[in-house]
């Protein structure tokens, strides 16, 4: 198992060194481990003047998948777009063309409580986002500011999308829907764009290869309204970059936080990228306080499809349970009569619930 680590900035530091800790303990001496870190974002800059520096690609290149933290830091909007450390991620993604990003919401029992909507509209919660994650406005050309004809600074980028872009994100969608319940619901704006035209047309038709699976469609304002008002209608979710980005963080707050929402950027193949939804929170930074079950559980989605350990991801997956059970609490998913821990003591006992099992 070869693993690139890339904790990146701010609290990726905190919460990747625990998902490592849990990587180590439930490996254990089973298998052969290599871990090799390597430098992104602020790091990377530091390293070799680039946030993305060439060795780390290579890193990449050469492992078998990512355990990533969190890049970006305030003040970074300021920097051109390519060097800026927010954006290694992105040309990170785009270089290993990991297309298919999964973010599942899930919710704890235990935190039945811990999220701000009422209990009976998240209880049983279970959805999974499939957030196309190399196309779209955030890589569509042209991008840029300047001035325009009447002497005014403007900037533009564009929402852009080929027919194979939407074909191939729409064919893991559902067979993502064939494994769990068979409903897919496509999220576009195509009353308004016409990309997002092509893309309900390329769903609706690759939809007919798949018979089995009740493909619905919304418009992204309407689907965030009804993943507030009734989140559990929804199965699997495909849409684009942006409005995947936007949606997904929106149904973090469905599991009480989004210090518990991991992700996994899959191309073809098993090699992925695992990552915490999260960013790097410079709030909290430095302080021991972030909630690293995000990344612990995207540590999880790696086992399971990087490694094909279905075994091992239950093991860390019920240990996260356990550790909920037991009361433990960051701040974040703080409840009243909860323990509170910080990030190290809650890898610890992540840890500590798998060796007692
Ligand atoms: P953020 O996700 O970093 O933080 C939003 C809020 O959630 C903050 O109040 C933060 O304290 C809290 N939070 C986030 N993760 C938490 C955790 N694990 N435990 C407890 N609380 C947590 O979003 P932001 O503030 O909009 O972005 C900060 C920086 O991170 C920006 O530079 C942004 O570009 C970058 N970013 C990076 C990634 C990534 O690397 N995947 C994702 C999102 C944002
Ligand atoms: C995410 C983040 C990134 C994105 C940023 C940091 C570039 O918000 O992974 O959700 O917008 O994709
Ligand atoms: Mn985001």
């Known amino acids: 198992m070869k693993i690139a680590v890339m904790p990146g900035d701010g609290i990726g530091h905190e919460v990747t060194a625990q998902a490592v800790k849990v990587l180590k303990a439930v490996v254990g001496h089973t298998q052969p481990l290599e871990l090799v870190e ?43 777009f390519m060097m800026r450390p927010g954006a290694s991620l992105l040309r990170l993604r785009k270089e290993l063309g990991l297309f298919a990003n999964f973010r599942p919401a899930f919710l704890f029992p235990e935190l039945l409580g811990a999220s701000t909507l009422k209990p009976e509209v998240v209880e049983g919660l279970d959805l999974m986002i499939l957030r196309e994650l190399t196309g779209d406005v955030y890589f569509g050309e042209p991008r840029g500011s300047g001035i325009n004809a009447m002497g005014e600074r403007e900037a533009f980028n564009t929402m852009r999308y080929s027919e ?7 064919h893991v969608a559902f067979r993502t829907a064939r494994s769990r319940q068979r409903r ?35 418009f992204v304002d309407a689907a965030a309204m009804q993943l507030m008002r009734a989140p559990k209608q929804f199965d699997v979710i495909v849409t684009g970059n942006i409005f995947g980005d936007i949606l997904s963080d929106a149904a973090a707050m469905l599991t009480g936080s989004i210090g518990m929402l991991p992700s996994a950027s899959l191309a073809a193949g098993s090699f992925g990228l695992y990552e915490p939804v999260h960013g790097t929170a410079p709030d909290i930074a430095g302080k021991n306080l972030a909630n690293p079950l995000a990344s612990i559980l995207s540590l999880a989605m790696m086992l399971r499809l990087s490694f094909d350990q279905p075994d091992n991801a239950e093991r860390v997956e019920r240990a996260v349970r356990r550790v909920l059970a037991d009361g433990l609490r960051t701040g974040d998913i703080y409840q009243s009569g909860c323990t509170r821990v910080g990030t190290e003591e809650m890898g610890a006992a992540v840890v500590a619930a798998m060796n007692a099992r």
């Open 38 to 80: 390597a430098a992104i974002g602020q790091a990377g800059i530091d390293a070799a003047g680039d946030p993305l520096p060439a060795a780390t690609s290579e890193i990449a290149r050469k492992a078998d998948a990512i355990l990533f933290g969190s890049a970006g830091m305030p003040g970074d909007e300021a920097i051109p």
């Open 184 to 218: 897919l619901c496509s999220v576009d704006k195509a009353n308004v764009l016409e990309v997002m035209q092509l893309w309900r047309e390329v769903v609706t038709r690759v939809g007919r290869d798949y018979p089995d699976v009740e493909l619905t469609h919304l």
């Open 164 to 170: 194979p872009e939407i074909e191939r994100v729409a």
